[in-house]
């Protein structure tokens, strides 16, 4: 028979004994009383945290010295000599914080912090192998989140550029190395070392010095609108109240039910062998859903308590409301109404879906993101088989969730029935597949869990790979659905628009025209296709150019009102057959312009060489003049071609020319000297003429070509 589970004292307890009491009278373990006693002491201290060790009051170290004062002071009440364990972890890592090159120094941390954390959980296993009982290994789960973290951001800030980090990884990342105050303070601060949630470094340090009261957007939300302006500090007593309320709500449904539906009876043979399959899958579903809230108590009362010491604000949304989800680690309503199991999983244990996504999901190849994130999750929990088969199953379940949302989500998005009988389907689903996939992670034992998914068939692990290897070679994606959808959109758009376009042409009522849309498509669609057959036929009509007289247009009577034409669908997306005709013309006029631009540069190139050669001849005959001076030009066409040359091409001047051949020697020598002066002024201005006008002239007609 199926027994009610009990909750029995645990001999390897070493915490404090002082509410044994208390426990017998509610009817619980001694270390869950002193659990609930610690985190109510908690919420009421931290909002005298709030108060009276406001930033404005006191300083830094202060706050600083209290938070890790009495995270210390709570741990040892609750684990007594293991608290230890909560002092060496972070020391140890510390040390390696401060000694190693930011370069490696994340991988260093995690080894260490990982090493450390894994040894803590095998002697859990070798001592008390199978006990629900509260233990060290939870405080020291999330204090390796936290050092874990804060290496990669001092990695990240030390060592990576802007542009190769993340939004996200840009907002964490830490260019200074913390001090021993800030960095113990950041581990054992009392909001969140028993229960969590993840706090990263930069925001408890924005939250100790006070700039947590600067507008800032959430860790997850884009940051590029971030901005830093004073805003007064909201009363989080509303936000506390509602999450202490829920955290009770979620204690007594757990409760009441976990009698009901106690994880143990899964184990028993009775169980595995006399019960349906049915009620199999209705039991897991159950016995899991009943787990989960204990988990909802807890994360809901350990927000409550960061809220309450004002850790946690992340500013205002549109509607000008407080938002105190920054450090918020469960979507209840979310997470037990998703439609499929990635939705699930991001509002579920957010803080540490965060800290995997930051180490390892975006820093290895995407096609390994998924695998290796499920496999740091598996051995962050420690060594019990069920986690492990717990997290497989759960990476081949996501897979085929994409692969089957991609192939049937689309199909039911046609009208809002559909859509909601799809929400509906999905959701009942999704509760099924979560009970058959995370049986192993409360059973944690490998045998029972394998037995009870053979009694199961590996039903879901069946179908799951059909989803992944074999229906997508039979059924579309949605892909190619809305690559069809868009182009039948566009079809439709286009045709609206051709029968608007026309309608506004002709001058008629846009309403009208849409109304007769649908006559007017079938009957024009079918007058077009007979005539377009008809032109076919004629025997004298080329094959891909059909010419049809242009008709006369018709001027309509002042009384008769404007018709309006019928609309084709492909008058939108074809080329009227007037078209044609303007092609052509087009390509003539276009043949006509390339000869005439032809022959303008042909007569530009003859312009400018008859230009440059004669100024080169002339060159050459002034040159001859200097080297041979005494040679006289004849007094007829010699000299006065040289005037005119030098008059009508190059610029006016006065030469003097020589009218008196039978001079005097002197004066004849004085007049060779003038010409030959002359001439090298002629020369010079000759190169400067060419270098100026001729050059760059021929240049740019040559550029035109």
């Known amino acids: 028979m199926l027994e009610s589970p009990k909750f029995v004292e645990n001999d390897l307890y070493d915490g404090s004994r002082m509410f044994t009491w208390v426990a017998d009278a509610v009817g619980l373990s001694v270390d869950l009383v002193n659990f609930l006693i610690c985190q109510i002491s908690a919420l009421f201290l931290a909002s005298l945290f709030r108060s009276l060790l406001h930033p404005s009051k006191v300083s830094c170290g202060v706050r600083h010295t209290v938070a890790l004062s009495l995270g210390l002071a709570f ?36 080894l260490v912090a990982m090493g450390y954390l894994l040894c803590v959980h095998l002697m859990r296993q070798l001592y008390d192998y199978g006990s629900y009982a509260l233990d060290i290994t939870g405080p020291l789960m999330i204090i390796t989140q936290k050092v874990t973290s804060l290496a990669f951001s001092i990695h990240d800030g030390f060592v990576r550029k802007d542009e190769e980090l993340t939004k ?17 303070s950041y581990v054992w601060h009392f909001q969140s070392l028993m229960a969590g949630p993840l706090v990263f470094y930069k925001d408890y ?13 959430p860790t997850n939300a884009t940051l590029d609108n971030g901005k830093t302006e004073l805003i007064v500090e909201p009363s989080p007593t509303k936000t506390v109240i509602r999450k202490v309320i829920g955290s009770l709500v979620c204690a007594f449904i ?83 109404f998703a439609s499929n199991m990635r939705d699930a999983i991001n509002n579920w244990n957010i803080g540490t879906n965060r800290w995997l996504r930051t180490l390892v999901y975006e820093r290895v190849p995407k096609q390994y993101g998924t695998l290796l994130t499920f496999a740091l999750s598996a051995v962050w929990h420690g060594f019990y088989p069920g986690y492990y088969l717990t997290f497989a199953t759960g990476a081949v379940i996501v897979t085929a969730g994409r692969s089957a949302r991609r192939m049937f989500r689309h199909r039911f998005q046609s009208t809002q029935f559909t859509r909601m009988f799809y929400d ?56 190619g659905s809305r690559s069809q959808h868009r182009q039948s959109a566009g079809s439709e758009q286009v045709n609206s628009t051709a029968i608007e376009s026309q309608a506004l042409a002709h001058g008629a009522d846009l309403k009208t025209a849409q109304k007769q849309q649908p006559e007017q498509l079938e009957q024009k669609l079918a007058e077009d296709q007979q005539q377009q057959q008809q032109q076919l036929d004629e025997p004298h009509t080329p094959p891909n150019i059909i010419l049809t007289p242009r008709p006369q247009p ?43 631009t032809k022959n303008i540069e042909e007569f530009i190139d003859k312009t400018v060489t008859e230009t440059v050669s004669g100024i080169v001849e002339f060159k050459n005959d002034l040159m001859r003049d200097i080297e041979f001076p005494k040679l006289k030009l004849p007094a007829g066409s010699g ?55 001729v050059v760059p002239a021929v240049l740019s007609n040559g550029h035109a070509k």
């Open 554 to 596: 018709q001027q309509p009577s002042p009384s008769s009102p404007k018709p309006l034409s019928q609309p084709c669908p492909r008058d939108a997306v074809s080329v009227p057959h007037d078209q044609c005709e303007m092609d052509q013309l087009s390509s003539k006029l276009k043949e006509k312009i390339e000869a005439e």
């Open 168 to 184: 996200a990884q840009q907002y964490h990342a830490i260019r200074k190395i913390p001090s021993a105050l800030e960095y113990f």
């Open 254 to 336: 757990f409760m009441k039910f976990v009698k009901m539906y106690p994880v143990k009876n899964m184990k028993e043979d009775e169980f595995i062998n006399d019960t349906r399959m049915a009620y199999k899958f209705w039991y897991a579903m159950m016995a899991t859903t009943c787990i989960r809230f204990k988990y909802y108590h807890a994360w809901l009362l350990a927000d409550a308590i960061c809220n309450n010491s004002g850790l946690g604000f992340s500013g205002y949304d549109k509607d000008g409301n407080a938002k105190w989800d920054l450090i918020s680690n469960i979507n209840v309503l979310s997470f037990e």
């Open 424 to 479: 509906i389907l999905t959701i009942i689903t999704t509760r099924i597949v979560m009970g058959y996939a995370t049986f192993p992670f409360v059973l944690l034992e490998f045998m029972a869990s394998i037995k009870l998914y053979l009694r199961f068939f590996l039903c879901l692990h069946l179908i799951s790979l059909v989803a992944i290897f074999i229906l997508p070679r039979f059924i579309k994606g949605e892909r």
């Open 639 to 693: 000299a006065a071609n040289l005037v005119d040359a030098a008059a009508a091409g190059l610029r006016k001047r006065n030469i003097s020319t020589v009218h008196d051949n039978n001079a005097g020697a002197t004066n004849g020598c004085v007049q060779e000297e003038d010409s030959a002066a002359f001439l090298k002024k002629e020369i010079e201005v000759i190169n400067a003429v060419v270098q100026q006008s």
């Open 205 to 217: 340090i924005e939250f100790v010095e006070g700039y947590n009261l600067l507008k800032r957007p």
């Open 75 to 110: 741990g040892y009440f609750i684990f007594g000599q293991q608290a230890i364990h909560i002092a060496g972890l972070p020391a140890i890592c510390y040390i390696v914080i401060r000694t190693q090159h930011p370069r490696i120094v994340q991988r260093s941390v995690l």
